[in-house]
């Protein structure tokens, strides 16, 4: 099956400061998806962003899908950025698995 | 914004015992899945479901689980007889059709239940 690769595993930031988090996957794609996991277990859905470039707020992301990575780009970050960013691809047409990747550990102090 | 919700938020039960999660969908979405997330672990599938029956099931979902569409409304996962290793966050999802450019749409999650096997 694909195989997605998060990078780094866990990223420890002061409030304020900018970030940039790696999603690897080993084939072409029809779905790419970020979410973030709260404290709480709630994923909240981030971007879909099966190629080009997307901005909400202080977040952005860029999938190169030729290249078979995406980059989640987070600004000013704040404490309640923290928590577990998930990267999660589709190989097959709709109705197919998502198949997530281990995530990052984004820990931001005040 | 419509959402997907799940009931109920937590839910523990005895070994051996058979539970029912379940599960309301986005109403004109027409693919339904099941994923679970045992803790500090990444999300997993479990199965995937579109025109009243199975489309794709891991080989996690075994002879355990089943999933049904009783109504129009809603979509469940019944595990038979609970071990201890089922203990775990359960997600379910729905997604729609593929857009016109053919693209697929995402898929949107509920909050999941957080399942607890004594």
């Known amino acids: 099956g694909i195989q997605v690769e998060q990078s780094p595993p866990d990223l420890i930031l002061q409030e304020g400061a900018n970030s940039t988090l790696r999603c690897n996957f080993s084939?072409?794609?029809?779905?790419l998806q970020w979410f973030h996991q709260n404290p709480w277990g709630q994923l909240i859905n981030l971007f879909y962003i099966p190629s080009g470039t997307k901005q909400n707020g202080r977040l952005s992301a860029t999938t190169v899908a030729t290249e078979r990575y995406s980059l989640l780009y987070i600004s000013s970050s704040q404490t309640t950025d923290s928590g577990v960013y998930f990267c999660?691809?589709?190989?097959?047409?709709?109705?197919?698995?998502?198949?997530f990747g281990e995530g990052t550990q984004l820990t931001v102090n005040p | 914004e419509p959402e997907v919700t799940q009931t109920p938020s937590h839910q523990v039960t005895q070994m051996g015992q058979e539970v029912i999660l379940r599960c309301v969908p986005i109403?004109?979405?027409?693919?339904f899945y099941w994923y679970r997330q045992i803790l500090g672990q990444k999300v997993e599938f479990l199965v995937s479901f579109y025109n009243n029956e199975i489309s794709e099931k891991s080989e996690i979902f075994d002879d355990q689980f089943s999933v049904e569409r009783p109504d129009g409304s809603n979509f469940t996962l019944k595990i038979r007889s609970t071990k201890l290793e089922d203990s775990a966050m359960y997600f379910c999802?729905?997604?729609?059709?593929?857009?016109?450019?053919?693209?697929?749409?995402?898929?949107?999650f509920g909050d999941g239940t957080r399942l607890s096997i004594l």
């Open positions: 999802a729905s997604s729609g059709s593929r857009t016109v450019w053919g693209l697929n749409q995402p898929q949107h």
């Open positions: 109403s004109n979405h027409l693919y």
């Open positions: 084939d072409s794609v029809n779905n």
């Open positions: 999660a691809v589709e190989k097959e047409t709709s109705g197919s698995r998502l198949t």
